[in-house]
Nanobody, 124 residues
Framework: QLQLVESGGALVQVGGSLTLSCVAS????????VAWFRQAPGKEREGIASITASGASATDVDSAEDRFIISRNNAENMVYLQMSSLRSEDTAVYYCAARTGSSFSLAEEKYDVWGQGTVVTVSS
């Protein structure tokens, strides 16, 4: 059974950078599409970016603009989220999630495997 574990969350200053990692275990990511979501305090969870098995990616402009980059290493069963020019509003719990299928999606209900989340705090 596929399991996902996120890491890399930290306290970082405004304007800083951070890379989050998501490692899959139990089985290979295979042809699953993986996405990063986040949930800020008092807000609903929102999708940031998704990436297919072939490496094609899509990013939500509103939440990430061009500051966040999603990537994956299929050989190592890893997915990453590189974040730069961080703002206080980026403070959130960040989750990775996987779904069967090769199409982009940032709809939560389409993802059936979730990690436990990693906390990113951006302070001034």
């Amino acid at each position: 059974q596929l399991q996902l574990v996120e890491s890399g969350g930290a306290l970082v200053q405004v304007g800083g950078s951070l890379t989050l990692s998501c490692v899959a275990s139990g089985e290979s990511l295979g042809d699953r599409t993986v996405a990063w979501f986040r949930q800020a305090p008092g807000k609903e969870r929102e999708g940031i970016a998704s990436i297919t098995a072939s490496g094609a990616s899509a990013t939500d402009v509103d939440s990430a603009e061009d500051r966040f980059i999603i990537s994956r290493n299929n050989a190592e069963n890893m997915v990453y989220l590189q974040m730069s020019s961080l703002r206080s509003e980026d403070t959130a719990v960040y989750y990775c999630a996987a779904r069967t299928g090769s199409s982009f999606s940032l709809a939560e209900e389409k993802y059936d495997v979730w990690g436990q989340g990693t906390v990113v705090t951006v302070s001034s």
